[in-house]
């Protein structure tokens, strides 16, 4: 399989190179030059045992022409040990938990697939850099899956100030070969950085760098992998084909890697592309103008996001048709307030605690009245102040995040400027 950049069909990387690069030369994400299709009947037959299972044969369709049979199975034996449930709230309400990997986020299946299959294609005399920016859960999760992989350091951009107590320990507690970097500045401020220094040619040819973010194809494609395991699920349950599906969204790789399932052949009503107040693409979907702006903050800050990145892939993998993006996609954006309702409605009236982002997949279906399921992206433990403030309680910590508490930090504060980053990355 080879793979060409959204700003250029003609020129092809091998699995390695795209991986490596993470951003394409010319700016660009990496797409996959042909999208396999899928055996459903296959899918639900996988889906009665684990999720590894049905995450090894869909890996198989893309990469078994670059890694082997054994290697992918290393990988997702792995990756995934643990459950993604199909988890039926109450009256016609489902959502897709996502968060029960170690780090209790979503990013915990893309991260941890990156990090092995990066060590398997990694030979002995490479010497390569992560470099990633995060709003909150990708440097927890890039973090854990890169831990301990030899030859390999990761160095992750943070802003200082908004992300969440734990989140921070998640990331800057770990050492080793993790090389947390505090920025004075917004999300948007490190996702520059990076991409800047991934434009710098000259830097490029010095440091062997890529990322960890979205961007990174192995990081992406992987997020396809539970969209067929939930729709497996959701069709056991329901008995129905073709369900509505909410993803709360804020650089838009999950809801790419949704639409790159579909194309694979999976059934889906629609999506909805649920935002918080950094609306860009629901705005996009309605103007048919995309416009980014500085990101603001929110309680949902893993989606504070005014420039994101995978607009391109979504473009590519509808062949830049608006209108049948538009017919597939809808749009929905809500404000912090709206964000402490949902999250005590469900609690209230099903005896559900969602984190902030859940609650606007929760908000989302709610207004589409959707026949289908949210995606839950993140478990509500990492958002402690916010649960506070909307049920005025607090619950108890899983014993995989307490952990994490009372642990020295270690981090770097740094300007957001770019050659101060590349000065840093030099020493790693």
């Given at each position: 399989?080879?793979?060409?950049?959204t700003?250029?069909?003609?020129?092809?990387?091998?699995?390695?190179?795209?991986?490596?690069?993470?951003?394409?030369?010319?700016?660009?994400?990496?797409?996959?030059?042909?999208?396999?299709?899928?055996?459903?009947?296959?899918?639900?037959?996988?889906?009665?045992?684990?999720?590894?299972?049905?995450?090894?044969?869909?890996?198989?369709?893309?990469?078994?022409?670059?890694?082997?049979?054994?290697?992918?199975?290393?990988?997702?034996?792995?990756?995934?040990?643990?459950?993604?449930?199909l988890?039926?709230?109450?009256?016609?309400?489902?959502?897709?938990?996502?968060?029960?990997?170690?780090?209790?986020?979503f990013?915990?299946v893309?991260?941890?697939?990156?990090?092995?299959?990066?060590?398997?294609?990694?030979?002995?005399?490479?010497?390569?850099?992560?470099?990633?920016?995060?709003?909150?859960?990708?440097?927890?999760?890039?973090?854990?899956?890169?831990?301990?992989?030899?030859?390999?350091?990761?160095?992750?951009?943070?802003?200082?100030?908004?992300?969440?107590d734990?989140?921070?320990?998640?990331?800057?507690?770990?050492?080793?070969?993790?090389?947390?970097?505090?920025?004075?500045?917004?999300?948007?401020?490190?996702?520059?950085?990076?991409?800047?220094?991934?434009?710098?040619?000259?830097?490029?040819?010095?440091?062997?760098v890529?990322?960890?973010?979205?961007?990174?194809?192995?990081?992406?494609?992987?997020?396809?992998?539970?969209?067929?395991?939930?729709?497996?699920?959701?069709?056991?349950?329901?008995?129905?084909?073709?369900?509505?599906?909410?993803?709360?969204?804020?650089?838009?790789?999950?809801?790419?890697a949704?639409?790159?399932?579909?194309r694979?052949?999976?059934?889906?009503g629609?999506?909805?592309?649920?935002?918080?107040?950094?609306?860009?693409?629901?705005?996009y979907?309605e103007?048919?103008?995309?416009?980014?702006?500085?990101?603001?903050?929110?309680?949902?800050?893993?989606?504070?996001?005014?420039?994101?990145?995978?607009?391109?892939?979504?473009?590519?993998?509808?062949?830049?048709?608006?209108?049948?993006?538009?017919?597939?996609?809808?749009?929905?954006?809500?404000?912090?307030?709206?964000?402490?309702?949902a999250?005590?409605?469900?609690?209230?009236?099903?005896?559900?605690?969602?984190?902030?982002?859940?609650?606007?997949?929760?908000?989302?279906?709610?207004?589409?009245?959707?026949?289908?399921?949210?995606?839950?992206?993140?478990?509500?433990?990492?958002?402690?102040?916010?649960?506070?403030?909307?049920?005025?309680?607090d619950?108890?910590?899983?014993?995989?995040?307490?952990?994490?508490?009372?642990?020295?930090?270690?981090?770097?504060?740094?300007?957001?400027?770019?050659?101060?980053?590349?000065?840093?990355?030099?020493?790693?």
């Amino acid at each position: 399989m080879k793979y060409y950049s959204t700003r250029d069909h003609a020129a092809r990387y091998t699995l390695k190179q795209a991986a490596f690069m993470g951003l394409a030369p010319d700016g660009g994400l990496f797409m996959p030059e042909r999208i396999p299709t899928v055996d459903k009947d296959r899918v639900l037959e996988l889906s009665e045992g684990s999720f590894a299972d049905l995450a090894e044969y869909i890996a198989g369709l893309f990469f078994g022409e670059d890694l082997s049979s054994q290697q992918i199975r290393r990988i997702v034996e792995g990756a995934y040990r643990f459950p993604v449930p199909l988890r039926h709230i109450g009256d016609d309400k489902y959502t897709l938990e996502l968060f029960h990997g170690p780090t209790f986020a979503f990013k915990d299946v893309g991260a941890g697939f990156m990090g092995r299959a990066l060590g398997e294609l990694n030979e002995k005399d490479d010497d390569l850099v992560i470099l990633t920016a995060t709003s909150g859960d990708t440097g927890s999760a890039v973090a854990n899956g890169f831990y301990g992989i030899e030859g390999i350091r990761v160095v992750v951009l943070y802003p200082e100030g908004k992300v969440s107590d734990l989140q921070e320990s998640q990331m800057t507690t770990l050492g080793g070969n993790i090389h947390p970097l505090k920025v004075r500045g917004t999300f948007d401020d490190c996702q520059r950085i990076v991409k800047e220094i991934f434009s710098d040619a000259a830097f490029r040819r010095e440091k062997a760098v890529t990322s960890a973010n979205s961007i990174n194809l192995l990081r992406w494609m992987p997020q396809s992998f539970y969209y067929f395991y939930a729709w497996a699920q959701w069709k056991k349950t329901t008995g129905e084909d073709d369900p509505d599906i909410v993803v709360p969204s804020g650089n838009y790789g999950n809801l790419s890697a949704g639409m790159l399932a579909a194309r694979m052949g999976m059934p889906v009503g629609r999506f909805v592309a649920a935002s918080n107040a950094n609306d860009i693409i629901p705005k996009y979907l309605e103007t048919g103008v995309f416009e980014p702006r500085a990101s603001v903050m929110t309680l949902a800050n893993a989606m504070d996001v005014g420039n994101p990145s995978n607009y391109e892939r979504i473009l590519d993998l509808y062949g830049g048709d608006f209108t049948a993006l538009t017919a597939g996609v809808k749009g929905y954006r809500c404000g912090d307030e709206a964000i402490l309702e949902a999250i005590r409605e469900l609690y209230e009236r099903y005896g559900y605690v969602s984190d902030p982002h859940s609650a606007v997949g929760y908000n989302a279906a709610k207004a589409y009245q959707v026949r289908g399921f949210w995606l839950s992206t993140a478990h509500r433990a990492k958002f402690s102040n916010v649960i506070r403030e909307a049920l005025g309680r607090d619950f108890d910590l899983p014993e995989g995040l307490r952990k994490f508490l009372g642990k020295e930090k270690h981090f770097t504060p740094i300007d957001p400027d770019t050659a101060a980053v590349e000065e840093f990355v030099r020493g790693v």
